[in-house]
């Protein structure tokens, strides 16, 4: 097993049980995605930890993928969807790069806390752009270290070194605005609610045009 998911099935249950941070930025977010939502789509999520996301948005769409690295993450997701009754989102043990999705198959892309956590960002997005349908959406909410303050941005590598925190890449809203808008995408949406808050954005791929 590799680090990092030796990493997330460890912290798993601790993270199933964490309360959310921000409770009502949390719902104007689940709201503001459910504005693009229509019932016959099909979402994929990935990096959807214990799955509280996708269980959450399940009944207004036809179907969720939701994929995570983690096994324990997903045994939790599962136990959640199957309490809660939901039918409609299959949960599999993936890593992103793994992922075999067919170009122009998908509607909606949802990537909630997980951008800063890949190695290859910029491709995984680039990848995501090929996946979706034209006119498709891509939902993420990331955080983005770079424009925090200093301490905490060098606390990441002390961390890292002493196991303690993930894989953890350093990028400015600006940057990953950058990243979206040079896979071709076109921003939409954006909320934060303050600075150290993750940056929730909503892009398109752009419809095609006669
Ligand atoms: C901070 S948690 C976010 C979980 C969930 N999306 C949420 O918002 O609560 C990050 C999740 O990304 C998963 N993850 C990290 N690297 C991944 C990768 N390369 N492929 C798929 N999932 C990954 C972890 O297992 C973990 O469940």
Redesign the pocket.
């Known amino acids: 097993m590799d680090r990092?998911?030796a990493f997330?099935d460890k912290l798993?249950d601790r993270?199933s049980r964490r309360p959310v941070a921000d409770e009502a930025a949390y719902q104007k977010k689940l709201e503001a995605t459910r504005q693009y939502f229509q019932p016959d789509m099909e979402v994929l999520?990935?990096?959807?930890?214990?799955g509280?996301?996708a269980i959450a948005h399940a009944p207004y769409v036809r179907h969720i993928r939701a994929?995570?690295?983690?096994t324990r993450?997903v045994e939790i997701a599962k136990a959640k969807a199957k309490a809660a009754d939901i039918g409609n989102v299959t949960f599999e043990t993936?890593?992103?790069?793994a992922l075999d999705v067919p170009d122009a198959s998908i509607d909606v892309v949802m990537a909630?806390?997980?951008l800063h956590?890949?190695e290859n960002k910029d491709q995984v997005i680039a990848d995501i752009h090929q996946m979706l349908k034209p006119g498709g959406v891509f939902v993420s909410?990331t955080a983005c270290i770079g424009d925090m303050m200093l301490a905490l941005r060098l606390i990441i590598p002390v961390g890292r070194f002493l196991r303690l925190f993930?894989l953890v890449k350093v990028f400015s809203v600006a940057e990953l605005q950058d990243s979206l808008v040079t896979a071709g995408f076109e921003i939409d949406y954006e909320w934060q609610p303050k600075k150290s808050a993750p940056a929730f954005i909503i892009c398109r791929k752009p419809a095609l045009t006669k």
């Open positions: 990092e998911t997330w798993a993270y999520e990935i990096g959807c930890g214990t509280s996301t994929t995570d690295l983690s993450m993936l890593s992103v790069d909630h806390s997980i956590l890949l909410n993930p």
